[in-house]
């Protein structure tokens, strides 16, 4: 079992930045291709993010491409990171971050395996 646990939502007002943190235990997060989606109220959950097991690829939502950068430190941390710039109201939701198993670029839900509680990100204009 992975326990995932995200960290670092809040609020902000446009143009801002806040970065997430997704924390693991119970097991390396090296194995596993982690995501990250969000949902705000009244909507499906999406996809945001996601990075391979190693970091060496990343996946971005057409969204948040070039605002949003998501990395990992599995050494010393095994955390997941979500760097998110330049934030707009739309992006107010709960942020999730997920573990996969296995990887191949996954871009939906049903493609991971392990879930945290998420973190609220609200965007004010």
């Known amino acids: 079992q992975v326990q995932l646990v995200e960290s670092g939502g809040g609020l902000v007002q446009a143009g801002g930045s806040l970065r997430l943190s997704c924390a693991a235990s119970?097991?390396?997060?090296?194995?596993?291709?982690m995501g990250w989606f969000r949902q705000a109220p009244g909507k499906e959950r999406e996809f945001v993010a996601a990075?391979?097991?190693?970091?060496?690829?990343?996946?971005y939502a057409d969204s948040v491409k070039g605002r949003f950068t998501i990395s990992r430190d599995n050494a010393k941390k095994n955390t997941v990171y979500l760097q998110m710039n330049s934030l707009k109201p739309e992006d107010t939701a709960v942020y999730y971050c997920a573990a996969a198993y296995i990887f191949r670029g996954q871009t939906t839900k049903s493609g991971y395996d392990y879930w945290g509680q998420g973190t609220q990100v609200t965007v004010s204009s």
């Open positions: 119970g097991r390396s997060l090296s194995n596993y291709g």
């Open positions: 990075v391979s097991e190693s970091g060496g690829s990343t996946y």
